[in-house]
Structures are given as structure tokens and as C-alpha cells.
Nanobody, 123 residues
């Protein structure tokens, strides 16, 4: 599975961004997808995950109510809509694929990772 994340950039606090992650190499609808982030000097952390058919979605507490994960299996793409962005959301955001199909919040559950896209939120 190859994953290509895009959509990062510089935005002011309170603004919005939508990240996209295009997948190739296996049948996209057969696996769960997740978004993680890693701020400078910190460990990679869970942000959001969605099951293979979109029926299950989980979010970390810091982003709950502000971020929305979705997927379009016809386009082999997963999205992360980020609203009401805060400076503490600044990080490199990674998409990842979990071949078990079910949404998982653990970094170690994911089999494939994209290259990351930088999101910078200015105050």
C-alpha cells in the first residue's frame, strides 16, 4: 500500500484545512485508515480513525468536535477536515492504513504510513 498525504499548510488560529490521503496498491475498501500527528520534539499521537466502510470513527479528545475523518472508497482517499484550528494543532500529520479493517487508535496497529504533511497554525 502506498499512501500520499496532502493539504497541509499555514493557517491562522480559528481557520480550517482539509487533508487528503490517496491510497494505492491494494483494495482500499479492505482496510481501516487513520490520521496521526507528530509535533516537534514529541511522540507521534493518534488523531482520528475510520473503519473500512466508514461505520466506525474515533477521535482523540483534543480534536473531538473540531476534526472530522471521512473516506471515499470510490476515490481511494481518506480525508481529515480540520476546523477551529489551534496553535497546538501544529504538527506533521500522517495517514496510515490498518489491514485489519477495524478502526484502531494505536500507532502499532497500522501497517503502512504516508510521508506526512506539515500543518502550521499561527496565533
Amino acid at each position: 500500500v502506498q499512501l500520499q498525504a496532502s493539504g497541509g499548510g499555514l493557517v491562522m488560529a480559528g481557520g480550517s484545512l482539509r487533508l487528503s490521503c490517496a491510497a494505492s496498491g491494494r483494495t482500499f475498501s479492505n482496510y481501516a485508515m487513520g490520521w496521526f500527528r507528530q509535533a516537534e520534539g514529541k511522540e507521534r499521537e493518534f488523531v482520528a480513525t475510520i473503519s473500512w466502510n466508514g461505520g466506525l470513527r474515533f477521535y482523540s479528545d483534543p480534536v473531538k468536535g473540531r476534526f472530522t475523518i471521512s473516506r471515499d472508497n470510490a476515490k481511494n482517499t481518506v480525508y481529515l477536515q480540520m476546523n477551529s484550528l489551534k496553535p497546538e494543532d501544529t504538527a506533521v500529520y500522517y495517514c496510515a492504513a490498518d489491514l485489519s479493517r477495524w478502526a484502531d487508535t494505536r500507532v502499532g496497529a497500522y501497517d503502512y504510513w504516508g510521508q506526512g504533511t506539515l500543518v502550521t497554525v499561527s496565533s
